[in-house]
């Protein structure tokens, strides 16, 4: 079954640096689209970043434009969140996606924290 678990959360001070994973089993990695969402307390989830499987290209919301990036490594059935320069307002729990025969599955989430 299609599995997909983050890590690499952590509580950092505001201007640092945190790279996320989501280790993904149980379809063809290399064949789908990935995405990052978030989601704050008391707010809806909210998109973050994509990257798609068949030319590796990469979309961001807009306020992580230039901090954030994502990346995959489809030989180890993994993709990345390389968060830069990090805000208070990035706090919030980190999901990866992905639809797979129609059907969108989530990770557990891993939490960011932002102090100020």
């Known amino acids: 079954q299609v599995q997909l678990v983050e890590s690499g959360g952590g509580l950092v001070q505001a201007g640092g640096s945190l790279r996320l994973s989501c280790a993904a089993s149980?379809?063809?990695?290399?064949?789908?689209?990935m995405r990052w969402y978030r989601q704050a307390p008391g707010k809806e989830r909210e998109f973050v970043a994509r990257?798609?499987?068949?030319?590796?290209?990469?979309y961001y919301e807009d306020s992580v434009k230039g901090r954030f990036t994502i990346s995959r490594d489809n030989a180890k059935n993994t993709m990345y969140l390389q968060m830069s320069s990090l805000k208070p307002e990035d706090t919030a729990k980190y999901y990866c996606?992905?639809?797979?025969?129609?059907?969108?599955?989530w990770g557990q989430g891993t939490q960011v924290t932002v102090s100020s």
């Open positions: 990257i798609n499987w068949y030319d590796g290209r990469t």
């Open positions: 149980g379809f063809m990695f290399s064949k789908y689209d």
């Open positions: 996606d992905t639809q797979y025969q129609g059907k969108d599955y």
